[in-house]
């Protein structure tokens, strides 16, 4: 249930830390604030 996405944050971060830059952070912040939002399958 958790395996897509922790992958999901993992290929995130890793594209933000390949790009550092604010509009990467606000990025991940807005997948993961969405992602809170859903309730799990």
């Given at each position: 249930?958790?395996?897509?996405?922790?992958?999901?944050?993992?290929?995130?971060?890793?594209?933000?830390?390949?790009?550092?830059?604010e509009?990467?952070l606000?990025?991940?912040?807005?997948?993961?604030?969405?992602?809170?939002?859903i309730?799990p399958?």
């Open positions: 249930m958790y395996h897509g996405l922790f992958s999901k944050l993992a290929m995130v971060l890793y594209l933000a830390f390949q790009t550092p830059s509009k990467a606000l990025i991940w912040f807005s997948i993961f604030a969405f992602q809170q939002t309730p399958m």
